[in-house]
């Protein structure tokens, strides 16, 4: 297993344009993650699945994004009609239950609206 | 408040001095505190965790916790200029009903020769 993959690396779009990012965890790890990171600051929780479900997500996600983890296998991360503010690092990291030993990122996806 | 704090920095150090980074945090009921660095343009990088009172080490990193201060703070010994990062700090905790790492905004550490 190689840890933590994400796809792709980088994206430029035209603003209003859909984009839509992919993430494949750790195999054993049935919790994922999708953080969301602007230059100078911490990474920031964008959602949590456990298995196929979406347990939560945050209120920094507007009706514009949406993420799924079908089979409770990969996940996607979709934004819908992009605008320049959606500029960011987002980042997919993966945990197992129980394991409170912090989570594994994945190499992140640079989004660029332009 | 934020839930987690950290200086921003840059904090400069010379070669083979001691790095200090400190992270305060607003939840008392946080069992699992990391730090983690984070190179320009890469993604975060587990170094330390730390779940008890007291000092922990690894090679050149000691973690410390103060539970009843709300404190932590990552010790790099001998620093050499390939530790020059930012170290963000992430503290498990419970806000908005799951559990889930919560980060601070990084401190940025020059290392310089």
């Known amino acids: 297993d190689t840890g933590v993959s994400q796809d792709p690396r980088h994206k430029i779009t035209k603003r209003g344009q859909n984009v839509t990012f992919r993430c494949d965890p750790i195999s054993e790890h049935n919790r994922l993650y999708w953080y969301r990171q602007t230059l100078g600051q911490g990474p920031e929780f964008l959602t949590y699945?456990?298995?196929?479900?979406?347990?939560?997500k945050s209120r920094l996600l507007s009706d514009r994004f949406s993420a799924e983890r079908p089979k409770g296998s990969f996940s996607t991360l979709e934004i819908q009609r992009t605008e320049q503010g959606d500029s960011a690092m987002y980042l997919c990291?993966?945990?197992?239950?129980?394991?409170?030993?912090?989570?594994?990122f994945g190499s992140g996806t640079r989004l660029t609206v332009v | 408040q934020k839930e987690v704090e950290q200086n921003s920095g840059p904090l400069s150090v010379p070669e083979g001095a001691i790095a200090s980074l400190n992270c305060t945090y607003s939840d008392r009921g946080s069992q699992s505190f990391f730090w983690y660095r984070q190179y320009s343009g890469k993604s975060p990088e587990l170094i330390m965790s730390?779940?008890?009172?007291g000092d922990k080490e690894d090679g050149r990193f000691t973690a410390q916790l103060n539970k009843a201060s709300q404190y932590v703070s990552l010790l790099i010994r001998d620093s050499q200029p390939s530790d020059s990062a930012t170290y963000l700090c992430a503290v498990w905790g419970f806000a908005g009903g799951y559990n889930k790492l919560i980060f601070g905004a990084g401190t940025r550490l020059a290392v310089h020769p």
């Open positions: 699945f456990q298995n196929e479900a979406q347990l939560e």
């Open positions: 990291a993966s945990s197992s239950q129980g394991d409170s030993d912090g989570y594994t």
């Open positions: 730390i779940y008890s009172n």
